[in-house]
């Protein structure tokens, strides 16, 4: 009994970590956001250099889990949670490089206002990538498998502004080729927005294994 107390002090202890690790990225999402949006170099600075903290506690967390693995040897259920974890941490990480993306895009962007339309969806995008991240995170610990498919299908939402600013910043290049350099930068922090919302879903994929055990494609 006493073996099975500890194992499950360290798979709550993994889980604690990765709400934390969560928290930072869904801040890291907000932050690079609103850099972009106010063209805040220095905010974009903070964004980069927190990234050292997101990566530092993903290896922390990957080392416990493949540390349970090798040392407890777990089964059925209990080798499911420690191979969710470790899906989740990796997109959460994912998702922490693309605000790193973000951040370097605004400090490409700074000393010209914003002039294209289509930088007023992104603030929108990211709101609900940002919701998503959350509520993946909330339907990971409480294993709620309805909600992790209802966080997944808000993938659409982001999907479909994604597209609206792709075609309206196309447009604005042909309208005026001056608007190129803003637009290609725009296109790509829309894409990295698009990709943070794509790896919640896969955290909603891990949880929906977590519980039942079935791998299904959400995305």
């Known amino acids: ?8 002090r360290q798979l709550k202890e993994i889980q604690q970590d990765i709400l934390r690790l969560g928290s930072l990225v869904e801040q890291a999402v907000y932050d690079s956001v609103q850099a972009l949006t106010k063209l805040d170099v220095a905010m974009a600075a903070q964004v980069i250099m927190g ?3 997101v990566d530092e506690l993903c290896r922390e967390i990957e080392d416990k889990c493949v540390m349970i693995i090798a040392t407890q ?6 080798l499911r949670v420690a191979v969710a974890a470790i899906k989740i941490v990796l997109s959460l ?3 922490g490089d693309h605000c790193v993306d973000i951040a370097r895009a605004t ?10 339309k289509p930088v007023q969806y992104i603030p929108e995008m990211a709101g609900i990538a940002q919701r998503m991240v959350k509520d993946s995170l909330d339907a990971y610990v409480s294993g709620d498998v309805e909600k992790a498919g209802d966080m997944c299908a808000m993938d659409d939402d982001v999907d479909f502004i994604f597209n609206r600013i792709f075609r309206e910043l196309i447009g604005c290049i042909k309208e005026d080729p001056a608007n190129a350099y803003q637009s290609a930068y725009l296109l790509y ?5 698009e990709r943070i919302a794509d ?16 791998r299904r494609e959400l995305n």
Request: proline share 4%; glycine share 10%.
């Open 107 to 116: 400090m490409c962007l700074s000393g010209h206002p914003l002039r294209v």
């Open 51 to 53: 990234d050292e903290v």
């Open 73 to 78: 040897q777990p089964m059925a259920r209990d």
């Open 93 to 95: 990480e994912r998702m």
């Open 1 to 8: 009994m006493g073996g099975r107390s500890a194992f499950e």
């Open 199 to 214: 790896h919640a879903t896969n955290i909603g994929e891990a949880v929906i294994y977590l519980v039942t055990g079935e």
């Open 189 to 193: 922090v829309s894409r990295y927005i």
